[in-house]
């Protein structure tokens, strides 16, 4: 893939998984009031609106306002403007690779855009499980991220990048 159609391609996943989340978060601030819960697939899928300090798993939420926010905001900010120049820069990205890395920017650049937007927080409504065995919250953007890591550690697998000695597919 040439670097035109890399960032393209990029930017396309990425505006699919921003478009998705700040829809879908639209959508559930309008339905639901804070405190209630919609329950779906008998208790399987929960709804319920909350706002987190943290990141996944409410990780940092006991941070304090400045930390949290120099590191939520800023830090993840760096990191998704350091994986916009690896997609400009590295012409062996395979096309799923590219596709990867838009899942994660786009899911990245939402909730960036939700902390700006709420005051260092992130609009979450979502919770899956079975009894007591169950998620955190998450949102959309959650699982653009969680795909576009998973598709990247699936295709390292397919290389053979953890093996050393392991033979290498193009």
């Known amino acids: 893939m040439g670097t035109k159609q890399r960032l393209i391609t990029t930017l ?5 998984w921003i ?8 959508v559930f601030k309008h339905v639901l009031t804070p405190g209630e819960v919609v329950s779906f697939f008998a208790g399987s899928v929960l ?11 409410s990780v940092g939420a006991e941070m304090s306002d400045a930390t949290r926010n120099i590191v939520f905001t800023y830090g993840v900010l760096a990191i998704l403007i350091g994986m916009v120049a690896w997609v400009l820069r590295s012409s062996r990205l395979s096309r799923g690779e590219v596709i990867a890395i838009g899942c994660i920017l786009g899911g990245g650049f939402s909730n960036v855009l939700d902390r700006f937007v709420y ?3 992130v609009f979450d409504f979502l919770n899956v499980g079975i009894g007591q065995l169950r998620t955190g919250v998450f949102n ?31």
């Open 12 to 16: 396309l996943f990425a505006a699919l």
């Open 19 to 26: 478009i998705a989340d700040q829809l879908t978060k639209i």
């Open 47 to 57: 709804v319920f609106p909350i706002y987190n300090h943290g990141a996944f798993l």
């Open 119 to 121: 005051g260092g927080r």
């Open 140 to 170: 959309v953007a959650d699982m653009g991220i969680m795909l576009g890591v998973a598709l990247l550690l699936l295709r390292a697998g397919k290389r053979g990048d953890a093996s050393p000695g392991a033979a290498k597919t193009p």
